[in-house]
């Protein structure tokens, strides 16, 4: 499976970005992806993960109330919609794909996902 990330770009405090990962391949549009980002100088975190229907999300704490994952499997696109961004906020962000139907483990360890996408950079400017 291919991923690709879209949608990155610089953006004030507080304003928003929607990142777009699609996918190709025949598993995409049944399988839970995730969003982690990574920013300089620190390890890849988990943001947010979604079971292949749609029904069921999960988040990290520090994006709760403020981004939200979805998906439209017709497309074979995952979104993540980041609103109310903070400096904190910018850094490297990848989709991933997890080799099962439900969320493994709330989607948070990075090896329980096997294929990632290249990364598109968000940058916040305060």
């Known amino acids: 499976v291919q991923l690709v990330e879209s949608g990155g770009g610089l953006v004030q405090a507080g304003g928003s970005l929607r990142l777009s990962c699609a996918a190709s391949?025949?598993?995409?549009?049944?399988?839970?992806m995730g969003w982690f980002r990574q920013a300089a100088g620190k390890e890849r975190e988990f943001v947010a993960a979604?079971?292949?229907?749609?029904?069921?999300?999960y988040y990290a704490e520090f994006v709760k109330g403020r981004f939200t994952v979805s998906r439209d499997n017709a497309k074979n696109t995952v979104y993540l919609q980041m609103n109310t961004l903070k400096s904190e906020d910018a850094a490297v962000y990848y989709c991933?794909?997890?080799?099962?139907?439900?969320?493994?483990?709330?989607?948070?360890?990075?090896?329980?996902?096997?294929?990632w996408g290249q990364g598109t950079q968000v940058t916040v400017s305060s």
């Open positions: 991933a794909k997890q080799p099962s139907r439900t969320v493994v483990a709330s989607g948070i360890p990075p090896e329980t996902y096997d294929d």
């Open positions: 979604i079971d292949w229907s749609g029904d069921k999300t």
């Open positions: 391949g025949r598993t995409s549009s049944t399988s839970a």
